[in-house]
């Protein structure tokens, strides 16, 4: 067995971005309730660590630069080398594989069934795991716990720790988070306008959250500033940890495809996240308590628990462009047209939907 209890090393290796970080916390849970006293650490670009911050099923976490040169990585592997019993690539790609097979006296990792490279991975690895198109992403982690013969825990960790509580409303509230990372994710500004006007006409105080970048809070304010509801602005004040916090006491959420939108769902907040032209059946929220693949390509709206994908189902969807213009400023058509009843709709049964 490449694992050998309580002594045992473990290394698992994501180096993708805040989302997908969150997403592995189900495969790091899944081994820490099978090696209960092994060390389990984390390897992850720097600035994504806090994806993991008071996660206690984590040992140590180590990083490497967002876009690591030779020497660093090489360096990274000779340092670490052969030092886990076991090191764990969550993806396909060159550097990961590499490092799993420096780092782990036994290397498992995944690999795409058509991906450049499958020959000598499939070789190298001690054991290759194939990655499944028509399996989401935690799933696909899991094949690999599975390949270690452990029982799967499909349950997101989000980051813990001291929230600052004063800065969030004594009332009911609903978060709202407009802006993602890259433009052609976006929905209409009038969209928000509204659901921030009805969501306060119900009685909830609205909180707006984001990044904390001029660009960004420039966008923000040409969103908020003319909804014509007060809005509590906490857009570049929090932290991981205080997200997370703010989310778990919320009675609605609402984002675009986005790293805030998994830690909704991973926090047991009702999530409404709102797709274009990505699909969800490859990396949507995660909804804690589901035991497979929960979305499928396209739909209108989709109920997982207290999880809702919503999309406007155009002919072309999911297209997996970068927007109708194929660039990250892009604009998509299947959001600038996603109307704001269905929005609504979708938060209605959330809001009213019983945890898994």
Same mark, same amino acid.
């Given at each position: 067995?490449?694992?050998?209890?309580?002594?045992?090393?473990?290394?698992?290796?994501?180096?993708?971005?805040?989302?997908? /970080?969150?997403?592995?916390?189900?495969?790091?849970?899944?081994?820490?309730?099978?090696? @209960?006293?092994?060390?389990?650490?984390? $390897?992850?670009?720097?600035?994504?660590?806090?994806?993991?911050?008071?996660?206690?099923?984590?040992?140590?976490?180590?990083?490497?630069?967002?876009?690591?040169?030779?020497?660093?990585?090489?360096?990274?592997?000779?340092?670490?080398?052969?030092?886990?019993?076991?090191?764990?690539?969550?993806? #396909?790609?060159?550097?990961?594989?590499?490092?799993?097979?420096?780092?782990?006296?036994?290397?498992?990792?995944? /690999?795409?069934?058509?991906? +450049?490279?499958?020959? &000598?991975?499939?070789?190298?690895?001690?054991?290759?795991?194939?990655?499944?198109?028509?399996?989401?992403? /935690?799933?696909?982690?899991?094949?690999?716990?599975?390949? $270690?013969?452990?029982?799967?825990?499909?349950?997101?960790?989000?980051?813990?720790?001291?929230?600052?509580?004063?800065?969030?409303?004594?009332?009911?509230? +609903?978060?709202?988070?407009?802006?993602?990372?890259?433009?052609?994710?976006?929905?209409?500004? *009038?969209?928000?306008?509204?659901? %921030?006007? !009805?969501?306060?006409?119900?009685?909830?105080?609205?909180?707006?959250?984001?990044?904390?970048?001029?660009?960004?809070?420039?966008?923000?304010?040409?969103? &908020?500033?003319?909804?014509?509801?007060?809005?509590?602005?906490?857009?570049?004040?929090?932290?991981?940890?205080?997200?997370?916090?703010?989310?778990?006491? %919320?009675?609605?959420?609402?984002?675009?495809?986005? #790293?805030?939108?998994?830690?909704?769902?991973?926090?047991?907040?009702?999530?409404?996240?709102?797709?274009?032209?990505?699909?969800?059946?490859?990396?949507?929220? &995660?909804?804690?308590?589901?035991?497979?693949?929960?979305?499928? @390509?396209?739909?209108? !709206? *989709?109920?997982?628990?207290?999880?809702?994908?919503?999309?406007?189902?155009?002919?072309?969807?999911?297209?997996?462009?970068?927007?109708?213009?194929?660039?990250?400023?892009?604009?998509?058509?299947?959001?600038?047209?996603?109307?704001?009843? *269905?929005?609504?709709?979708? !938060?209605?049964?959330?809001?009213?939907?019983?945890?898994?």
């Amino acid at each position: 067995m490449p694992v050998n209890g309580d002594r045992s090393t473990i290394l698992v290796i994501t180096l993708r971005r805040l989302g997908d /970080v969150l997403l592995t916390t189900a495969l790091v849970a899944t081994l820490r309730r099978a090696y @209960p006293q092994a060390r389990i650490d984390v $390897l992850v670009f720097a600035g994504t660590q806090g994806m993991l911050a008071g996660n206690c099923d984590v040992s140590n976490v180590l990083t490497l630069s967002l876009k690591p040169g030779l020497r660093e990585l090489f360096r990274t592997g000779r340092t670490l080398g052969q030092r886990y019993d076991v090191a764990i690539s969550t993806q #396909s790609g060159d550097r990961p594989t590499g490092l799993a097979l420096a780092m782990g006296r036994h290397s498992i990792g995944l /690999v795409g069934r058509k991906a +450049a490279g499958r020959w &000598w991975k499939s070789r190298l690895l001690s054991q290759s795991v194939e990655e499944l198109a028509s399996e989401h992403r /935690v799933i696909n982690l899991a094949r690999l716990s599975d390949a $270690l013969g452990v029982p799967r825990h499909l349950t997101l960790a989000a980051p813990q720790g001291a929230a600052p509580a004063h800065l969030f409303p004594d009332q009911p509230y +609903a978060v709202l988070h407009a802006n993602p990372m890259y433009a052609y994710r976006r929905w209409h500004r *009038q969209g928000w306008q509204g659901l %921030a006007r !009805i969501l306060s006409a119900r009685g909830l105080t609205i909180v707006a959250t984001g990044g904390p970048g001029a660009d960004e809070r420039a966008y923000l304010d040409s969103v &908020w500033n003319e909804a014509g509801v007060p809005i509590m602005r906490l857009d570049g004040r929090l932290d991981f940890i205080a997200n997370a916090a703010l989310l778990a006491k %919320a009675s609605i959420y609402v984002g675009p495809d986005t #790293s805030m939108s998994h830690l909704a769902a991973a926090a047991g907040c009702p999530t409404v996240a709102l797709y274009g032209p990505a699909s969800p059946h490859d990396i949507g929220p &995660w909804p804690n308590g589901a035991d497979a693949t929960p979305w499928v @390509p396209s739909g209108t !709206i *989709q109920i997982h628990g207290r999880v809702a994908v919503v999309q406007k189902p155009l002919y072309c969807l999911p297209c997996q462009r970068t927007g109708c213009d194929n660039h990250y400023l892009s604009r998509s058509r299947c959001l600038d047209e996603l109307p704001l009843s *269905q929005v609504i709709a979708a !938060i209605d049964r959330v809001m009213t939907a019983e945890r898994c």
